[in-house]
């Protein structure tokens, strides 16, 4: 990624663009510390090690080579090569699992799960069930309670 976008080879010609207009046959370079934009596929050059753990759960990068899918979300841990786009948004991989997560109506036994939202008394704190998936909060200030 560069300071505004990404590297995009368009026209015979390499600029700049922002990720959110990419489009799939674009080629793209990415290189170590990138967060890849969108699916692609590898072309020549050497070996990548990517980092897919927000997507799979694996906790070691992984080797990509010439050929291999690199999935949008995955961080380039070592490595630079050219890729061409073949999905962005609701249909790269990330997107797809988003759209299954979202569009379930069952609430898990994970979902269920309590949490306490803080508030300035601690003895008021009142527990609330997750009911969506991938619910982040952010607690700050929390009053020490010693």
């Given at each position: ?144 309670t010693k």
């Open positions: 990624m560069y300071l505004n976008g990404w590297q995009v080879l368009r026209d015979g010609r390499w600029t700049e663009q922002e990720a959110a207009i990419l489009v799939p046959g674009d080629i793209i370079s990415i290189k170590l510390g990138d967060i890849v934009p969108a699916d692609a596929r590898l072309l020549e050059g050497d070996s990548l090690k990517i980092d897919q753990s927000a997507l799979t759960g694996e906790s070691l990068p992984v080797s990509k080579n010439s050929g291999d899918e690199v999935f949008s979300g995955s961080t380039v841990k070592q490595g630079e090569i050219e890729a061409i786009v073949i999905a962005t948004g609701v249909h790269t991989f990330f997107g797809k699992a988003a759209h299954l997560v979202d569009s379930t109506n069952q609430v898990g036994h994970f979902q269920k799960g309590c949490i306490c939202l803080p508030s300035p008394d601690p003895t008021k704190w009142k527990p609330r069930a997750l009911d969506r998936p991938f619910v982040l909060f952010y607690l700050q200030n929390i009053p020490n």
